[in-house]
């Protein structure tokens, strides 16, 4: 089976993700959903998807977190609250980008994107001359965040941490591995941001002028 690539249902995904309270099962079919659709190998069976699903909505579950104390009917829970619960458990499913910016009217224009760790890796690509080594990517990253680059805050033995778009003081941050870069590099290579040439990356001249377009490429 191919990847699941159908932006309305990746968008769906992503809302009940952002919301501030949704069901454990609803949760758990956009959290399965959205990493199945970021993976870089084909996509499971159904059944196995399924089963997934089952197994993350259990486990949400199992949590006991805070309900919704305005909704007394129905059992939601707070996603950024799984998330941060997830942490160093099991993989969490980066932010898609979904919104395009207007388009700029000069090369040299601030292109800005909905979520806050794409331009650094774009970045970090550049500065390492297009370098296919995570690892050495990964070096860039720590050295920009050590520097106190926006939007990361400290570097652990588990990877690099940083601030998500609607991170507010109290929030748990968010945590960059090798694996999530990943899977951010193939997301990135997927819209067309850049190109994987001779076992180097391509950080494609043309992004600025097309990025409204390929930005709207789920």
């Known amino acids: 089976m191919t990847k699941l690539k159908s932006k309305p249902i990746l968008k769906r995904a992503s809302h009940i993700l952002s919301q501030e309270f949704s069901t454990p099962k609803d949760i758990a079919w956009a959290w399965v959903t959205l990493l199945m ?11 196995k998807r399924y089963s997934r699903i089952t197994e993350f909505e259990a486990w949400i579950l199992g949590l006991d977190l805070p309900r919704d104390s305005k909704n007394t009917q129905v059992h ?35 292109i800005t994107y909905s979520d806050t760790i794409t331009k650094p890796i774009l970045d970090a690509v550049k500065d390492a001359g297009g370098a296919a080594d995570r690892a ?38 968010n945590l ?15 819209k067309e941001l850049i190109e994987l040439t001779h076992k180097s990356w391509t950080v494609l001249l043309g992004y600025q002028k097309g990025l409204s377009s390929v930005l709207n490429r789920a």
């Open 136 to 173: 050495a990517l990964m070096a860039i990253l720590e050295g920009y965040a050590k520097e106190g680059k926006e939007p990361f805050v400290n570097v652990t033995a588990e990877g690099i941490e940083w601030k998500g778009s609607n991170w507010s003081e109290g929030d748990k941050y």
């Open 76 to 110: 939601t829970v707070s996603p950024e609250a799984v998330k941060n619960s997830a942490r160093n458990v099991f993989e969490w499913p980066h932010e898609y980008i979904f919104e395009a910016p207007i388009s700029p009217n000069h090369p040299d224009s601030k």
């Open 37 to 47: 659709s970021q993976e870089e190998e084909k996509r499971d069976s159904e059944e």
């Open 176 to 190: 960059l591995t090798i694996k999530s870069l990943n899977n951010r590099l193939t997301n990135l290579r997927k």
